[in-house]
């Protein structure tokens, strides 16, 4: 498998692993990447100057790249976040949201809009 | 002109939160301006009741510790014009806010409101002295319950000795009719008799609450449940109007409602 795109950049920042699940009312807040082993619940935040990943279930607050850096990522097995934002950008999902993909999804800037894809790229397991 | 309300009851899950959302949404929808202010710091939950959680950005404590205008933090409803959530910080201790800040933020808030209604945290400590500290009226909630009776008498106590609220209202929550009328749970008239104060509604149990507040709405807007035709009385009263109390008897649906139509049932 070809090296995902979200990752053919410099990311030179610190990376704390947080190995629990954050709940609600718990936070997480580092200046670099974070990376959680387990999920994040509703009314749980999430605060990175760098990247953030989830390898669990992301429902709570996610800011990537506080601070300003537009090119940070959220990462999660299953993106479905309360309110994500990165650098500047804020987004929610519709109140009507109902999909639920079954797949890893990442969150970047593009064009300054913040857009979710399917992580990999492409990819369908 | 402008009133500031807290809702209140000691103990905890009678219904301070619902009943905060409902009159609410029931005085924006006969077009007052609103805000509705969670003092729940850290287990707050009146922006998840409105469906309103994935809005927030700021919160009273950003605005208590100046990191925000006042404007910024209070969140428009997107289903009632005129109806506003201040939210609180979910990931803060109930330490986050004094009586004074409180006091100071409801002075500014009473300029730009109608009403001001505080949705008061269960307990009497810190977070409740807060929560008071600001209100000129109080709405104690209770249910016909024993514990939550006593409770709310305990806070009745408080409001009127340590914080100087003269005559708080009372709301009795989730009433069953049926088993008030088998003698098997306490009724309006015995829960007033115990805590003496006047009363303000009776909102009976009522599957549609649960539901609406799983989805993030209110039940005031809806005019087929006996509950939010409930708490629109609640509202008019609210606003001075003399509105008789509910008859609760019909929650047995069709049948009862025959049989008390023919005289078979009281």
Redesign the interface.
């Known amino acids: 498998m070809a090296i995902p795109q979200a990752y053919d950049r410099k990311n030179d920042l610190e990376t704390i692993l947080v190995q629990r699940t954050l709940r609600s009312g718990q936070s997480v807040s580092y200046d670099g990447n974070v990376v959680i082993l387990g999920d994040v619940n509703p009314g749980a935040q999430v605060t990175a100057t760098g990247d953030v990943i989830v390898m669990g279930v992301m429902r709570g607050i996610v800011h990537a790249g506080a601070g300003g850096n537009d090119s940070a990522v959220v990462i999660a097995f299953r993106l479905r976040p309360t309110q994500l934002r990165i650098a500047n950008h804020i987004s929610r999902p519709p109140d009507d949201d109902n999909v639920d993909p079954e797949q890893a999804e990442i969150a970047r800037v593009r064009d300054g809009v913040i857009t979710i894809e399917a992580f990999p790229p492409g990819g369908e397991r | 002109m402008s009133e500031v309300i807290v809702v209140t009851s000691g103990k905890g899950g009678v219904g301070k939160t619902t009943t905060t959302a409902n009159i609410g949404a029931g005085l924006a929808m006969l077009g007052h301006k609103v805000v509705l202010v969670d003092a729940d710091t ?3 939950n009146l922006d ?1 009741v409105l ?1 309103l ?5 700021y919160d009273l404590t950003n605005v208590i510790n100046e990191e925000c205008r006042l404007r910024q933090a209070i969140i428009k409803d ?1 289903r009632f014009e005129g109806l506003h959530l201040l939210p609180t910080a ?2 803060k201790d109930k330490s986050a806010v004094t009586p004074e800040s409180m006091q100071k933020l409801c002075t500014e808030l009473k300029e730009m409101f109608d009403y001001v209604i505080i949705d008061c945290p269960a307990g009497i400590e810190q977070g409740f002295m807060s929560a008071v500290a600001a209100a000129g009226k109080a709405i104690v909630v209770t249910t016909p319950e024993v514990a939550a009776v006593r409770d709310a008498d305990r806070v009745i106590g408080l409001l009127e000795s340590k914080v100087g609220i003269k005559d708080p209202k009372l709301i009795v929550n989730r009433l069953r009719t049926k088993m008030v009328r088998s003698g098997n749970m306490m009724s309006v008239d015995d829960i007033v008799d115990i805590l003496a104060i006047d009363l303000l509604g009776v909102i009976p149990e009522d599957e549609k609450i649960v539901i609406s507040t799983n989805r993030g709405e209110t039940v005031v807007d809806n005019e087929h449940s006996l509950s939010g035709k409930a708490f629109k009385n609640i509202v008019w009263r609210i606003l001075g109007e003399p509105v008789p109390l509910l008859d609760l008897q019909d929650e047995g649906g069709f049948l009862s409602r025959l049989r008390k139509f023919i005289g078979l049932s009281n």
């Open positions: 850290g287990l707050r998840v469906g959680e994935n809005r927030i950005v997107k979910q990931t």
